[in-house]
């Protein structure tokens, strides 16, 4: 379960653990990167994850202009329920 963090706690934790990391480097406890020893791992297993991320991509921007385009009807359609309002405003006033 994911917890939320505050912008301050995030903040306070980064800089805890920057504040380690300096020390490690002064006490020289940090490998050298060229020492290290990496373990190489096949691409495919990764390629699936890949591809269902910009498979998620896409069906968000399709469910983006979908929106985009409900929002335009609707300004289209709240404009004209304004003009109407505004002219039955006027016609409630020069009958009274």
């Known amino acids: 379960m994911r917890r939320k963090v505050s912008t301050n706690a995030f903040r306070r934790f980064v800089i805890r653990e920057a504040r ?43 469910k983006e202009n979908k929106i985009r385009r409900q929002h335009a009807r609707m300004k289209r359609q709240m404009k004209m329920i304004q003009e109407r309002k505004k002219r039955l405003r006027a016609r409630v006033l020069k009958n009274i």
């Open 20 to 62: 380690k990391l300096q020390k490690e480097a002064l006490a020289g406890k940090i490998e050298d990167v060229s020492k290290v020893k990496a373990k190489e791992v096949n691409a495919d297993g990764y390629a699936d994850t890949l591809e269902q991320d910009i498979d998620y991509i896409k069906a968000l921007k399709i």
